[in-house]
Every structure is written in C-alpha cells, then in structure tokens.
C-alpha cells in the first residue's frame, strides 16, 4: 500500500486540482491573502475534501512535504526560489503541464529541461508536440467525477459551448468558428466573460452538469489547445459532443457513435442541425459519449495513474 504523502501545489485550475485531490494524499496549496490567480488556496465554491489544505507562502518553508508539485511556468522558474527552503528545492519534483505549447506547435521547448523532473502531460497531443528536452515524460489523462443523479435530457433544442473569456482569447479558443454556427444554430455560451460575448455568463461548476444537461449538444470550437474538462464532463452525463477535428479531440470523439469531429465547420453545423431535428439521434449519440467517457475518463482510472507517477519519483 502507497504511503500518504504531504504534496505542495497551486491553485492553476480548479476544477483540475478538485480532481487530482481525490487521490488519497494531503495537498497543501499554496495562498495569498487576497487570494490571486494561482495563489487561491482552499478557496472558491468548489467543495474540497479535509485533505486540501491552505497553506500561506509565508510559512512554506516551515513545513514538512513530500513531494513539490508545479503546474505552471512561474511556479517553476521563480516561486520554487522565492518561497521554498534550498533542502525542499532538493524534494522529488513533478512539472504538471496542462497545456499545449504556444509559441510554436511543434519546435517550442518546454521550460523544465531537468532529468530529475517527471513532466506529466494531460494527453498524448501534448506530449506529442512539446519538445520535452531531456526531461522524463509520461501522461496522465484527464478523469472526472459527476454529480449523483445527473443525467442528460437534451429537451431544449439548443447547443452549449462553455469556455472562458472566448471573446478575448481569440482564433486559438474559436471565438470566430463559435460566431460562425451562432450565426446559423442556437447556442448559448456559459463562462467567464460570457455575457459580455453575448452568453449567459458564469456557472458554477458544481452545477454546471445539471445545467448542461438540459441542452440537446455540446459544442466545442477550440482550434488549438488542450483536452477541455468540459467535454468530458458533459460526455459523462450523457450528452452528444461536436467539434473540431484537431489535438486530442480527434482521439476522443467518434464520428455517428458519441458525436462529430471534422474541419470543415459547414459540415458541423449539418450535424448540430440534424440533432436539433432529431432528438433521438442526440440521445443515441449521447450514450455512445457516456460509455466512452467512462471507460476512458473514469476517476479511479486517474487516481491510480497519479498513484503511480508519485510512487516513480518519491520511491
């Protein structure tokens, strides 16, 4: 049996951390009293278990840990030497990367370039496309949790796109392919910086499966980036998924069984029209997605390759 180990982090992405923190291991998060991004602790309407603990910046190198788990840039390059102890710097280290590299797709170096690092990647896309350097690789793929009771219904005749600020973050997160079905489909977009791209605005997302499972699809018009929790989440519940062909997407979505990928956005907006018309057709689709998503994506699945990428670097 695997010992309990005392993990330092950052509060990157929440609903990833919520995630990761049913491992059963102590996660002590790093916070600021006003809370900035990645600096937020326990804090948040997400509802942490006993084993996620606030842990000021002040105190860290007071503290005891096991392991120190980064999950991005700044953490490594400059909190590690501005808030922890030259012994805790020595620690067994693991580098969460949760994104895919930006400045080029293909030739961008990844910042950690250190043997003695595990450079974990949320999928095989990333890991295919960053140049990890002499780094050691491997990958953990997403798993998620949905609320007991939730299911998909799919009765109202529109689609859902949940991203956040879509409006300024651009072609890369699809705001123009996103506007373009809008154009010709009903969809309502939920997030941060919904309302002012003309969506609904922000759902917590501990209601957000319920809320989701109203609508007849999930659309999802990322061009370029990493596998979205959303995706999986609403594949969980059941519904039907469409979006682009590209990254990992094109691994996860199978066209006429859980939903449609393709490049050609006409031919997308076909298929959410046909969903519309055909209810029945989304609800088969959407069963495809749920025993997909739960093979691939369980939560126990993720908490036992976690497991043993801790054991690899603390044994």
């Keep these: 049996m695997q010992r309990r180990l005392k993990i330092l982090t950052w509060h990157t992405h929440g609903s990833y951390l919520y995630y990761l923190t049913q491992a059963p291991h102590d996660f002590y998060v790093m916070s600021k009293p006003d809370r900035p991004p990645g600096y937020g602790g326990r804090c948040g309407h997400i509802p942490w278990g006993d084993n996620v603990i606030d842990m000021p910046v002040e105190e860290v190198k007071d503290r005891e840990f096991d392991l120190i788990l980064f999950q991005d840039d700044d953490q490594y390059l400059k909190d590690q030497h501005r808030y922890l102890s030259e012994a805790q710097r020595r620690l067994p280290k693991i580098y969460i990367e949760h994104d895919t590299p930006r400045e080029h797709p293909t030739d961008m170096a990844h910042p950690v370039d250190d043997p003695s690092v595990l450079l974990v990647h949320v999928t095989h896309f990333n890991r295919l496309m960053w140049n990890n350097g002499r780094t050691p690789t491997r990958v953990v793929e997403h798993g998620v949790l949905v609320p007991q009771g939730v299911s998909?219904?799919?009765?109202?005749?529109?689609?859902?796109?949940?991203?956040?600020?879509?409006?300024?973050?651009?072609?890369?997160?699809?705001?123009?392919?996103?506007?373009?079905?809008?154009?010709?489909?009903?969809?309502?977009?939920?997030?941060?910086?919904?309302?002012?791209?003309?969506?609904?605005?922000?759902?917590?997302?501990?209601?957000?499966?319920?809320?989701?499972?109203?609508?007849?699809?999930?659309?999802?018009?990322?061009?370029?980036?990493?596998?979205?929790?959303?995706?999986?989440?609403?594949?969980?519940?059941?519904?039907?998924?469409?979006?682009?062909?590209?990254?990992?997407?094109?691994?996860?979505?199978?066209?006429?069984?859980?939903?449609?990928?393709?490049?050609?956005?006409?031919?997308?907006?076909?298929?959410?029209?046909?969903?519309?018309?055909?209810?029945?057709?989304?609800?088969?689709?959407?069963?495809?997605?749920?025993?997909?998503?739960?093979?691939?994506?369980?939560?126990?699945?993720?908490?036992?390759?976690?497991?043993?990428?801790?054991?690899?670097?603390?044994?």
């Design 152 to 315: 998909y219904r799919g009765d109202v005749a529109r689609g859902l796109v949940v991203i956040n600020n879509i409006a300024t973050r651009g072609r890369r997160l699809g705001h123009d392919v996103f506007l373009q079905a809008r154009a010709r489909i009903p969809l309502d977009l939920v997030g941060m910086g919904a309302l002012e791209a003309g969506g609904i605005g922000e759902i917590e997302h501990a209601q957000l499966p319920a809320f989701s499972a109203q609508y007849r699809f999930f659309f999802n018009p990322i061009r370029y980036t990493s596998l979205g929790l959303a995706v999986i989440e609403a594949m969980m519940i059941g519904m039907p998924i469409v979006g682009l062909a590209t990254t990992e997407m094109a691994t996860v979505i199978d066209n006429g069984v859980s939903g449609y990928v393709d490049t050609n956005v006409d031919a997308l907006i076909e298929r959410m029209q046909d969903m519309i018309d055909d209810p029945q057709l989304a609800r088969r689709l959407g069963d495809g997605a749920r025993r997909y998503a739960s093979e691939r994506f369980h939560i126990d699945r993720f908490v036992d390759d976690w497991n043993r990428a801790f054991h690899f670097v603390t044994n």
